[in-house]
């Protein structure tokens, strides 16, 4: 995964983490404030609606005391008591005429025409809201039944309460407004810093990963679960990497141990060879000695080289290296070999290409990948090594016709000691791929392989592109 994508998915999690934040938030507040303004609203409307059943029962008893006439005169005090013709009346008879009432000028935006009761007969009341405009935009309306036959409609104007909650949920839509920005901005921060610290574990395993052992995660002294985390990851990796210095020590000091005795049988063997009079079969031997201490001396100086690219690249020189030139070098020296199976190996090139590696293990690496393509090439068959630039990667491909790799040996080539079918009948110890593959992963690159069994086998590496300019290390001539 490159650097640039691996900030995209952080700000990708540290935006899921905010959205989730301020839609919580969000969510939450919209149903309290839904739930406050139902509230309210529900709270003004019943001050109202008991307002008008008070007066309504206040002009029954009026009715009863002194009949139609009390009731005109206690409702017309009322009316103008109010001050700002916020109320109205209408009393109504059986035949639906309008009886008495109050100065209806002020309220031309309501058609009251079309709010003429009708009469059941019974002693029943019922609330109405009546839309118009202007200053009498809603008006709250109790149309009752004061007595047999006569009706009374009681009107309040509620407009102010209509538009003091219009400018309540305009203030109530402004903080919220305000209080989700807040809370994205610190949900962000809140995401980013939980996500930072997951990036710092994240690079730590991936410098791992690619082999650098000595890599651990910065704990920050917080007592929070992120820190224990961290301090656990550590000592996790401390105790893995204890194991697998005792484990590369092992093996480096079995190798090394059984180089000497193995170069001393040698010795005796070639001593053996060297001596007049010696049988036939006694120099046979002898000569089958030398062969077989060759391969076991050949295989443990593999191993030790893929321990050393493995664990001790840092110590290697790098500087720009032209890999044209390293790749041409290489072609000549397999031509000989390739020769004698009438099989030619071409280069094709754009130019010079500059990567910065080590030029030795460069060389070596490269020479195990031609010589394997070599190796595995039928009679009469071309090798052909391509060299691209891809942006800041330089890219060297090594194709030859052949065999192939079944699709189940595939994944396992770069193993140490793998060999697949097809190479079980050629020489070899099954370390070249294996040493290629490390060193190339010690010069931060990447090398893969695609098959098509039958047909052909293609190596391709990637390396990073030099990005200093200095002398490049001349390519030093091998054989």
């Known amino acids: 995964m490159s650097s640039e994508t691996r900030p995209r998915l952080s700000r990708r999690l540290?935006?899921?983490?905010?959205?989730?934040?301020?839609?919580?938030?969000?969510?939450?507040?919209?149903?309290?404030?839904?739930?406050?303004?139902?509230v309210v609203n529900s709270v003004m409307r019943h001050r109202t609606d008991t307002w008008l059943m008070e007066e309504a029962h206040g002009t029954q008893d009026a009715l009863r005391r002194g009949?139609?006439?009390?009731?005109?005169?206690?409702?017309?005090?009322?009316?103008?008591?109010?001050?700002?013709?916020?109320?109205?009346?209408?009393?109504?008879?059986?035949?639906?005429?309008?009886?008495?009432?109050?100065?209806?000028?002020?309220?031309?935006?309501?058609?009251?025409?079309?709010?003429?009761?009708?009469?059941?007969?019974?002693?029943?009341?019922?609330?109405?809201?009546?839309?118009?405009?202007?200053?009498h935009s809603s008006v709250r309306v109790l149309t009752t039944s004061l007595a047999p036959g006569v009706v009374l409609q009681l009107g309040f104007n509620e407009t102010e309460d209509v538009r003091l909650m219009a400018r309540s949920e305009r203030l109530a839509a402004l903080i919220m407004g305000v209080l989700v920005l807040m809370a994205v901005l610190v949900g962000w921060g809140t995401a980013r810093r939980a996500v930072g610290d997951v990036e710092l574990l994240t690079a730590a395993a991936r410098d791992i990963a690619s082999g650098k052992w000595d890599t651990r995660v910065p704990v920050t002294p917080r007592g929070d679960e992120i820190e224990q985390l961290a301090v656990t990851f550590n000592i996790m990796i401390d105790r893995v990497n204890a194991i697998l210095t005792t484990m590369r020590q092992t093996n480096d000091n079995i190798a090394h141990e059984l180089r000497s005795p193995i170069a001393r049988m040698r010795g005796w063997a070639e001593t053996t060879l060297m001596r007049p009079n010696v049988e036939?079969?006694?120099?046979?031997?002898?000569?089958?000695?030398?062969?077989?201490?060759?391969?076991?001396?050949?295989?443990?100086?593999?191993?030790?080289?893929?321990?050393?690219?493995e664990t001790r690249s840092d110590a290697w020189p790098m500087g720009p290296v032209d890999l044209e030139?390293?790749?041409?070098?290489?072609?000549?020296?397999?031509?000989?070999?390739?020769?004698?199976?009438?099989?030619?190996?071409?280069?094709?090139?754009?130019?010079?290409?500059m990567v910065n590696a080590n030029l030795h293990q460069l060389q070596r690496a490269l020479a195990n990948i031609i010589d394997n393509a070599v190796k595995y090439a039928p009679q009469g068959a071309a090798v052909i090594v391509l060299l691209n630039r891809a942006g800041p990667q330089i890219v060297a491909?090594?194709?030859?016709?052949?065999?192939?790799?079944?699709?189940?040996d595939l994944p396992h080539i770069f193993e140490r000691f793998f060999r697949g079918e097809a190479s079980r009948t050629v020489s070899g110890s099954g370390l070249g791929l294996s040493l290629a593959h490390a060193i190339i992963q010690a010069h931060s690159g990447t090398i893969k392989a695609t098959s098509m069994p039958g047909q052909w086998t293609e190596f391709t590496l990637c390396l990073p592109?030099?990005?200093?300019?200095?002398?490049?290390?001349?390519p030093a001539r091998q054989g």
């Open 280 to 309: 036939a079969h006694a120099r046979d031997m002898a000569a089958t000695t030398v062969e077989a201490c060759d391969r076991l001396l050949e295989t443990i100086n593999g191993m030790l080289d893929i321990a050393e690219a």
């Open 397 to 408: 491909t090594v194709k030859n016709p052949g065999p192939g790799i079944l699709p189940a």
């Open 465 to 474: 592109a030099a990005t200093v300019s200095q002398t490049p290390t001349a």
């Open 325 to 353: 030139a390293v790749l041409r070098d290489a072609c000549e020296l397999f031509d000989p070999v390739a020769e004698q199976k009438n099989i030619s190996i071409r280069l094709e090139s754009p130019g010079p290409c």
């Open 67 to 135: 009949g139609r006439l009390a009731v005109t005169q206690e409702l017309m005090q009322e009316t103008t008591e109010s001050g700002n013709n916020d109320i109205f009346f209408r009393i109504f008879d059986t035949a639906g005429q309008l009886l008495e009432g109050s100065d209806l000028r002020s309220w031309q935006q309501i058609n009251f025409e079309s709010h003429i009761p009708a009469l059941t007969g019974e002693r029943e009341s019922s609330f109405q809201t009546w839309v118009g405009n202007g200053p």
């Open 14 to 38: 540290a935006w899921r983490l905010t959205l989730w934040y301020g839609g919580i938030l969000i969510l939450s507040l919209a149903v309290s404030f839904v739930v406050f303004f139902v």
